[in-house]
């Protein structure tokens, strides 16, 4: 039973990470229709320059620098790039950002060189014992951040001017645009949460409690596995985002407890596949109803 | 004459709205018949019906006398019932000859390994099969327009080319989707004539989904008009044109272009 | 003279495409002479190469060749068809697996049917195609970039199956040895002159898998794939079966991608899984690099797919001979190698052609072409094509 626990709250506090990179593509698919293959990049941006600030702040400086930094880097590639192609079909966006990835994580992952540094020293690898049950205190942390962010987000997105612009933007374009809505700053407001996002989510990543791997190429497809939770929840539905990172999150732990941890990667794919087959626009996305 | 086609007390719901209650009508052989309503009465939806793209909830859509209720679009087209798109819905980047030879897919055969090697049975069907597309074309007059790439053409030639494109089915009902969309006086009269004279050459049955009164009374034998959903009235133009009902539901919405 | 260009300002002003148009007499005769003269120098081009280059020049040919066979069933399938997959290396993996189960003798731990190894070659690619063709109902269910992700799915049941089916793949440590292919007599990879025996091989195969896939592109079945791919109801009212052509293109995709995996099985003369899903020769990075390929030389085309590929596939190896060197700049751990500098190249052109030239190389090529037709050569020249 311990060890139950013991997995099922492991899950969930990888789930609120997953949960945060979810958030960070559904806002963006909301916002500029696009399937953003380089937040993957975003992600070792932001842990790159937390690593590489390290040294001369403490660990909250360069934790900030590095949220700061994905959210730059997800600004820079939205105005510069995104922005020119608004008209674009999404198979042409999405390969986009594929170069844009690809660009931009076999520079970061070169000066990394053989370097493989973790983030998180102030809570990776102290676990917290409670009674029997040993649990990590990163993926603890990560439960809690991730419930602030995401409970900051929705307050945010329900009740701010921008959150309402979002929706309605999501909803109707051109009508919005019609409203006064201007689509230009939505958008780049949107991209720049989803960057901080990710640049939290990498503190997190980035750690020998949730992948046992520092800063690296693995980090980045670590990264991927959000797109699965993002699907699962839905593209369109930022509370299914929670949902999906909350299903691959525990999917991931049980399956590496229970079956095998090869199995555990394939695991949440998996699921995915059965998601999709069952509610082809994910759980909470919205479906079309012609036939063909 | 029999009947073409026939939609016998068609019911859809999407959500809480009642798109469609009750609707019934017979296009007769030979005619055309259209269907007209204010916005929202639910044409679209009673025309997505009828080409398969959406399943009605009840009722039953009868084609050429035999049931074909909740067929699918392709096995409909295999039944003899084309359809034109009010959108156009074509392939920008293919030339207009490359459109209409798409109609001519299900009546060909050979797929990848036949085409890949060039096999001589297939060329030869698809040489047959382009004359006869060529000869529609020449026919609806877009001929010196074959090989030209259908993003460049103006809207009113690729109206044109969807509609050459849904006579390549060689089908005997056509379903025209607001034909006359985006037109104006010229060019409505000119597609007026269009259909009149392929009814007259092909013995079509038609029936089109419009908004344009000057089309429609123009041609049309017989018209049904739809109102939240529901039939309110049906005859021929003049009696349509008198019907107390009709006129209530419009109410200043007649187009006099 | 002047009689000639009259006639061909009338057929060549109005657009691509009028291949359909019967042509005078003269007008033939010219352009084949002309066409005659452009196969001859792509032949010579691709024949002589053994003849002056050395072994590793030939391996890194073929590994492009490699790369155009999975690049055009690849635009066959998300350029033509409009079906976006990352799926290729998964296929590829089960096209290499296949040859050599279906190749090998049988052998403890190791899993062999001792077939004739040119039939284990149609076999993988008949195999690596019944794959697709399982997979193409999902496609039905999912659209544009939901199906890009799904297909990702693809290359981590890939991942899983090779590290967990030994007797099959041979497990990631070793892998298992390709057997050497057997085409009437000629066997390819157990001589001092492998490179060039490969090199011939795998044109001969690329050569087939271009000519019929322009062959499809031009005729009915991709009429059929540019339907579904530009608008799937039009399609299905004008009486095609969306679900048939999709899976059509998927089985023909994968069988492509299959036939690439044989090859890069003999090219390695090893078949040996991956140990992550991020690098390696069946990973995402592959799948990605696959795509920049055919959005690099222009989605749906044949031609633009090998080009794509003599850049992605092409330039590491071509660049480390060239400088005779792995570190192109810096030195050490943080070194810019050929590799990462291919990706640098083609990640930018990936991005450039989105934004500036959505038709990626084959519609710069087909400008250069028409801007050749205005010069003295034209009656020369074939008439141009579209699509």
Redesign the interface.
């Known amino acids: 039973m311990s060890t139950f626990i013991q997995v099922a709250v492991n899950g969930l506090g990888k789930g609120a990470v997953y949960a945060l990179l979810a958030l960070g593509f559904v806002i963006i698919f909301k916002a500029s229709g696009v399937l953003n293959f380089a937040h993957g990049s975003l992600v070792l941006l932001g842990g790159y320059v937390a690593v590489r600030t390290e040294n001369h702040l403490h660990f909250l400086g360069s934790a900030i620098l590095g949220v700061t930094a994905a959210a730059v880097g997800a600004l820079v590639i939205e105005r510069v790039l995104v922005a020119r192609r608004p008209l674009a079909d999404p198979i042409s966006l999405a390969l986009l950002t594929i170069g844009v990835d690809v660009v931009m994580s076999e520079e970061i992952i070169r000066r990394l060189g053989i370097e493989i540094p973790f983030l998180g020293k102030p809570y990776d690898g102290k676990p917290v014992h409670i009674g029997s049950i040993t649990l990590f205190r990163t993926q603890l942390i990560a439960l809690g951040v991730g419930a602030v962010l995401v409970g900051a987000f929705f307050l945010a997105f329900r009740f701010t001017g921008w959150g309402v612009a979002m929706r309605a933007q999501a909803e109707n374009r051109e009508a919005a645009a019609l409203m006064g809505i201007r689509s230009g700053r939505v958008t780049a407001i949107a991209w720049v949460i989803a960057g901080v996002l990710a640049g939290v989510a990498v503190l997190f990543l980035a750690t020998q409690d949730f992948s046992g791997a520092g800063l690296s190429r693995s980090t980045h497809a670590v990264a991927l596995v959000a797109f699965p939770a993002a699907i699962i929840g839905g593209l369109d539905s930022t509370g299914g985002a929670i949902v999906g990172g909350a299903i691959v999150g525990l999917t991931e732990s049980m399956s590496a407890q229970y079956i095998s941890y090869d199995f555990s990667k394939i695991a949440v794919f998996i699921v995915m596949l059965a998601v999709l087959i069952v509610a082809p626009a994910g759980l909470f996305g919205t479906r079309e109803r012609t036939r063909v | 004459m029999g009947t073409a086609l026939t939609a016998d007390g068609l019911s859809i719901r999407?959500g809480g709205v009642k798109a469609l209650d009750d609707v019934g009508f017979s296009v007769a052989e030979g005619a055309i018949h259209a269907l007209i309503g204010p916005n929202g009465a639910g044409k679209s939806t009673c025309f997505?019906v009828l080409?398969?793209?959406?399943?009605a909830d009840a009722g039953r859509v009868e084609l050429l006398g035999s049931d074909v209720t909740g067929l699918?679009?392709?096995q409909?087209?295999?039944r003899g019932l084309?359809?034109s798109?009010q959108n156009l819905?074509?392939?920008?980047?293919?030339?207009v000859?490359?459109n209409v030879?798409?109609?001519r897919?299900?009546?060909?055969r050979?797929?990848?390994?036949a085409?890949?090697?060039?096999w001589p049975g297939?060329l030869r069907e698809?040489a047959r099969h382009?004359a006869r597309a060529v000869e529609i074309c020449t026919f609806i007059g877009i001929e010196p327009l074959?090989?030209?790439?259908v993003g460049?053409l103006s809207y009113g030639d690729g109206k044109r080319v969807d509609i050459a494109?849904?006579l390549a089915?060689e089908p005997q009902v056509l379903l025209l989707d607001e034909p006359a969309a985006g037109m104006h006086a010229g060019e409505t009269a000119q597609i007026a004539e269009l259909i009149v004279a392929v009814r007259a050459a092909l013995g079509l049955s038609v029936l089109l989904v419009e908004h344009d009164m000057n089309l429609v009374m123009g041609i049309a034998d017989r018209i049904t008009v739809l109102d939240f959903g529901r039939v309110i009235a049906e005859g021929t133009p003049a009696q349509v044109r008198e019907d107390p009902e009709v006129i209530k539901a419009y109410l200043g919405e007649v187009s006099d272009e | 003279m002047s009689d000639d260009l009259a006639l061909t300002d009338d057929d060549l002003d109005g657009g691509p495409g009028f291949s359909h148009r019967l042509s005078p007499a003269r007008f033939l005769d010219r352009t084949l002479v002309g066409r005659t003269v452009i196969l001859t120098v792509i032949a010579i081009a691709v024949l002589t190469p053994p003849m002056y280059l050395g072994p590793s020049w030939m391996r890194v040919g073929s590994y492009v060749m490699i790369g155009a066979v999975g690049a055009i069933g690849l635009t066959l399938l998300t350029g033509q068809a409009g079906q976006l997959s990352l799926a290729t290396p998964f296929f590829m993996l089960v096209g290499a697996i296949s040859y050599c189960v279906l190749g090998s003798a049988d052998k403890p731990g190791k899993v062999g049917y001792g077939w004739p190894t040119w039939l284990a070659m149609v076999g993988a690619v008949l195999i690596a195609s019944l794959f697709g063709l399982a997979f193409a109902p999902v496609a039905g269910r999912v659209r544009g970039v939901y199906l890009g992700v799904a297909t990702l799915a693809l290359v981590y049941v890939g991942l899983y199956a090779g590290q967990r089916w030994t007797s099959l793949s041979g497990g990631t440590a070793n892998g298992r040895l390709a057997p050497d292919l057997n085409l009437f007599g000629i066997t390819f990879l157990h001589h001092d002159n492998r490179e060039k025996r490969v090199w011939y091989l795998f044109l001969a195969l690329t050569v087939l898998a271009y000519l019929m896939a322009r062959g499809a592109v031009r005729s009915r079945p991709g009429r059929a794939w540019r339907a579904i791919r530009d608008n799937e109801s039009a399609a299905a009212a004008l009486g095609v079966s969306v679900k048939r052509v999709r899976s059509e293109a998927f089985a023909i995709s994968s069988g492509y991608a299959g036939l690439a995996g044989v090859m890069t099985a003999l090219w390695y003369r090893l078949m040996k899984p991956d140990e992550s899903e991020f690098v390696g020769t069946y990973s995402i990075q592959v799948a990605i690099a696959f795509l920049a390929m055919i959005l690099i030389g222009g989605l749906g085309s044949v031609g633009g797919a090998i080009a794509g590929s003599a850049l992605v596939n092409g330039l590491p190896g071509a660049m480390t001979l060239w400088i005779g060197s792995n570190h192109l700049f810096g030195s050490g751990d943080t070194a810019v190698t050929p590799v990462i500098f291919t990706a640098y190249v083609y990640g930018t052109a990936v991005v450039l052609v989105v934004l500036f030239e959505p038709g990626g190389l084959a519609a710069l090529g087909r400008r250069g072409y028409l801007w050749l037709h205005r010069s003295p050569l034209r009656p020369y020249l074939p008439p141009p094509k579209g699509n």
């Open positions: 999407f997505n080409s398969g793209v959406y399943r699918r679009p392709h409909l087209a295999g084309g359809r798109f819905a074509l392939s920008p980047h293919s030339s000859l490359d030879m798409l109609a897919h299900c009546r060909t050979g797929g990848f390994l085409a890949g090697v060039r297939m698809q382009r074959l090989d030209i790439p460049g494109r849904a089915t």
